[in-house]
Structure formats: C-alpha cells, structure tokens
C-alpha cells in the first residue's frame, strides 16, 4: 500500500471583507472542504477598502488590496489568500507565490444604467463613472464626448450611487456581478474589441508563502491550467510595462485554435496619443512560453509608442 501524506493543518484563509471577496473566499473554503480539509476565514480590512475618496492611482496602487493579507501570510496568521487576480501586483513580495489560479469566470466589462441598454444610448456629455484608468481611456476612444467621473467602494456602493443618480451609467467587472447573483444588472457585457479587459479580470488567484509546498500539494487540484497561461502571458505586458492600477493599460489572451492569441492597448489619459494596439500568438504550453508572448506584446506597445 502507497503511504498517505499526513494530514494538513487547519488552513486558515485571508480575505477582505467586501461581499465578493468573502464570497470568493467562500468558494476556495468550499473546494477545499470537499477534499477533506478543514478551513476557516480570517476577514480583513485593507487599507484600499478604507481610502475610498481618491482613485486608486493616486494613493498607492492595486497591492493596497493585498499588502495586509500578505502581511497576515508573512506573521502566521493565515495560510493561504484569495485574491481577485487583476488586484494582485505584477511583481510579488519576496517569500510570497502564486500558488494557483483557477478557472476563469466572464473577463468582459459590464455597462450599467438603469436608463440606457448601451453606451450608444447615452445622450451626449453623459456622466459615467469608473476609477480605472483603462476603462477611462478605452471609453474616451469610443465616446470622447462622455464625462468620466472617479468611482470607488465595493461593488454594492458602487451600484448604490448609480442608482441615486450620481452616474447616468457605470462600467463593471461582469465577473463580479455574476458572482453575487447581480447579472440582472447588466445591460451589456462590452465585446472584447471595444472594451479590452485588465490583465487577470474574472481571474481568482491563491497566494501563499513560497516555503508552504504542502499548501502548493494541496491547491494543485483548484488549479486551470489554461486560464493560468492566459492571464501569465497578460501580467507578463502589464509587468513589463511598468504596469499598475496608475497606468492605463489593457491586456487579455485566450486560446484559439490550439494557439494562444493575446490583444494589448495602451492608452493616454490626457488623449495627447492615439491609443496603442500591440497583438501576438503562438504555440504555448508552458508558464515560461506565455510569459515570452506577453513580454514580446509589450515590446510592440513600447515600439507604438505606449509609455511605462
């Protein structure tokens, strides 16, 4: 008889305490309960949940989602995070491992108005609100007349001030509202040639410390290898091109065909540049063979004049 590895630990996993990041949380807990483990949560608030007043660029970046739960990885007392893949830095901390990333849920942007079925509708000047420099430079390109106005806070405030009126629509996540049941909020999922995904969006990846093999054993079977080599070749753009929540860039691959097809853009949110368009594909199997792709996408960026 083959020897059983002894049992793990109770895992303890790290989470915000918004809605979606519970229930994400939730969802790793439960996977990972079906397979015999015993797993409890630890809620935490961060830093990016309490700065609600500036956009995210101006005061630090995505990484204010993760730094405290990476610190409650680091001191012992969590195990493993869960994260929303298109939050978690390109470049993560020493000691620290993406451990697994899992099957992708719906990457496309959502438009939400409960006036108007799609952006096409909105009457000229029209306020829309979003705090993602991506988002802002991809919707000056198709409608250079709207008005782009700063949107933070967790999913349900965000819906909370369209529905008082402070927005004549918003741009969201359509995996997120999906997530939590919310898809009767969609009036439109953008197609991806218009509206570009982030790299890693609708993505969920599990961070843990690089000396915790056993945990790495044990998330292996959550893991989606194709959607790991999708969103590794768009981190890798995004990381070579300096790439955090202050920079205005999209990046998305899929397979087709056997092969690994990747669209990048890059946009200036002053509009002093045309936006910049950069696409590849190619045979890819391994991490390393996605990784090549994306960083060859930001050299054609680069070449077209995006900035990092």
């Known amino acids: 008889m083959t020897p059983q590895s002894p049992p793990l630990p109770p895992i303890v996993i790290a989470t915000r305490e918004s809605r979606l990041a519970l229930w994400q949380a939730k969802h790793v807990q439960a996977l990972l309960r079906a397979r015999g483990h015993d797993v409890s949560l630890l809620g935490m608030t961060t830093l990016g949940d309490q700065i609600l007043d500036r956009s995210l660029s101006k005061v630090g970046g ?21 994260h929303s893949l298109k939050d978690v830095p390109m470049v993560l901390p020493e000691g620290m491992l993406l451990a697994c990333v899992m099957e992708r849920e719906d990457p496309r942007d959502a438009f939400v108005s409960p006036r108007y079925a799609r952006l096409q509708d909105l009457p000229h000047g029209a306020v829309v609100g979003t705090s993602s420099l991506r988002r802002q430079v991809l919707l000056q390109a198709l409608r250079p007349d709207l008005k782009i106005e700063p949107l933070r806070g967790n999913l349900d405030t965000r819906l909370r001030k369209l529905d008082e009126g402070q927005y004549d629509a918003i741009v969201l996540a359509a995996a997120g509202l999906k997530r939590l049941g919310l898809q009767e909020r969609i009036r439109t999922e953008f197609d991806r040639t218009e509206m570009l995904p982030a790299a890693g969006q609708g993505a969920l990846g599990i961070e843990v410390r690089s000396d915790r093999q056993d945990l790495v054993a044990a998330l292996a079977p959550l893991a989606h290898m194709p959607t790991w080599l999708t969103v590794t070749a768009e ?26 097809h990747i669209d990048a853009a890059w946009g ?14 190619g045979q890819v199997s391994t991490l390393e063979q996605a990784n090549t792709l994306g960083e060859g996408v930001a050299t054609e960026l680069r070449a077209g004049g995006a900035t990092g």
């Open 62 to 82: 995505k990484g204010l989602f993760v730094k405290e739960l990476e610190t409650a990885l680091e001191d012992g007392r969590a195990d493993i995070a869960v």
């Open 235 to 260: 981190r890798a753009v995004s990381r070579c091109m300096g790439g955090s929540c202050s920079m205005p860039l999209a990046a998305h691959a899929r397979f087709e065909g056997g092969q690994l």
């Open 268 to 281: 200036d949110p002053e509009g002093r540049i045309a936006l910049v368009r950069a696409s590849a594909q």
